[in-house]
């Protein structure tokens, strides 16, 4: 059975890692012999670990993990915020990865001299590091390579677009109430993350400048004020949230002083990747260009 993955813990885990942004990329592990017993405690980790070909090493997951579908069979140790630290030492890894933000995790496991890996995810560059550096510790390094590859040959192709062109302003919403019929408050992507980073590939410019909030949050008068030229508003996969789409695009045509409404540019992308900070968040780039850009011919390669 999936585990439900709700917006507010989206959310926490998102600010968690704009919190981390100091930390530092990690390993705890002085062995040189290939690790063979790997547990990962994000899902975005998981998704790496896959990609880079780790499946009969992985042994253990979050109960968020559920990508891709052959991690439901695997043993679950608790989820992000409070894995099952007693499940993990019983499973007798040799390298338990993790995001550097879970601190917490990351001193009990160093207590109990389990080896560890501790990456950071809050950014696109964060990503491709922590790619990297799995690879690194897992001696996976020409599958983390060619994986780097794949991502670099899709940004390519994206700024080969849209380079030169003007550049609207885009707001992406990360949450927000959907019960009522007006927004009355969101979350937004602001200065510090990857869904920026993603507006600035894609051709567009973040309507929220301001540097001093990791993870904005507006009210009706802050949308206006920001005035966007695009809306982008971000929600998981159907089965992992349970927010009324039709009543969300209601929500947002009340926002009738909007330029992103008086144009019809109010976008919803529901997606399983579209929240987890993986090697699949660059398909959102491609996408996302799209949406900004609609009047390019997508279907031509750059030249």
């Given at each position: 059975?999936?585990?439900?993955?709700?917006?507010?813990?989206?959310?926490?885990?998102?600010?968690?890692?704009?919190?981390?942004?100091?930390?530092?990329?990690?390993?705890?592990?002085?062995?040189?012999?290939?690790?063979?017993?790997?547990?990962?405690?994000?899902?975005?980790?998981?998704?790496?670990?896959?990609?880079?070909?780790?499946?009969?090493?992985?042994?253990?997951?979050?109960?968020?993990?559920?990508?891709?579908?052959?991690?439901?069979?695997?043993?679950?140790?608790?989820?992000?915020?409070?894995?099952?630290?007693?499940?993990?030492?019983?499973?007798?890894?040799?390298?338990?990865?993790?995001?550097?933000?879970?601190?917490?995790?990351?001193?009990?496991?160093?207590?109990?001299?389990?080896?560890?890996?501790?990456?950071?995810?809050?950014?696109?560059?964060?990503?491709?590091?922590?790619?990297?550096?799995?690879?690194?510790?897992?001696?996976?390094?020409?599958?983390?390579?060619?994986?780097l590859a794949t991502i670099e040959q899709q940004i390519r192709f994206v700024n080969h677009k849209v380079s030169g062109l003007p550049r609207p302003k885009v707001m992406i919403s990360m949450g927000h109430s959907t019960n009522s019929e007006h927004v009355k408050s969101i979350y937004i992507a602001g200065q510090h993350d990857f869904y920026n980073d993603l507006i600035s590939l894609a051709g567009g410019q973040n309507s929220y400048q301001n540097d001093y909030l990791k993870v904005p949050s507006l009210s009706i008068e802050g949308i206006?004020?920001?005035?966007?030229?695009?809306?982008?508003?971000?929600?998981?996969?159907?089965?992992?949230?349970?927010?009324?789409?039709?009543?969300?695009?209601?929500?947002?045509?009340?926002?009738?002083?909007?330029?992103?409404?008086?144009?019809?540019?109010?976008?919803?992308?529901?997606?399983?990747?579209?929240?987890?900070?993986?090697?699949?968040?660059?398909?959102?780039?491609?996408?996302?260009?799209?949406?900004?850009?609609?009047?390019?011919?997508?279907?031509?390669?750059?030249?």
């Open positions: 059975m999936r585990q439900f993955w709700p917006l507010i813990l989206f959310l926490i885990i998102f600010l968690l890692a704009l919190l981390g942004l100091n930390a530092t990329t990690s390993l705890d592990n002085s062995s040189t012999i290939k690790p063979q017993r790997i547990i990962t405690l994000a899902p975005n980790i998981t998704e790496i670990a896959f990609a880079l070909d780790l499946d009969e090493e992985i042994i253990a997951v979050t109960k968020y993990c559920d990508y891709p579908n052959k991690v439901s069979s695997l043993p679950k140790v608790g989820g992000f915020i409070d894995p099952n630290i007693e499940a993990i030492v019983a499973l007798n890894p040799d390298l338990v990865i993790l995001v550097a933000s879970q601190q917490q995790t990351i001193t009990q496991l160093h207590q109990l001299n389990i080896p560890l890996l501790a990456v950071k995810n809050a950014t696109l560059v964060d990503i491709k590091n922590s790619i990297s550096a799995i690879g690194e510790a897992t001696q996976h390094q020409q599958q983390a390579q060619q994986l206006l004020q920001l005035n966007p030229d695009i809306i982008i508003d971000i929600f998981p996969e159907a089965t992992d949230h349970n927010a009324d789409i039709a009543q969300i695009k209601r929500q947002w045509q009340n926002l009738v002083y909007v330029n992103a409404i008086k144009n019809n540019r109010v976008h919803i992308i529901e997606e399983n990747y579209a929240t987890i900070p993986g090697p699949r968040i660059f398909k959102l780039l491609t996408q996302m260009a799209k949406l900004i850009h609609p009047e390019l011919d997508w279907n031509t390669p750059s030249q």
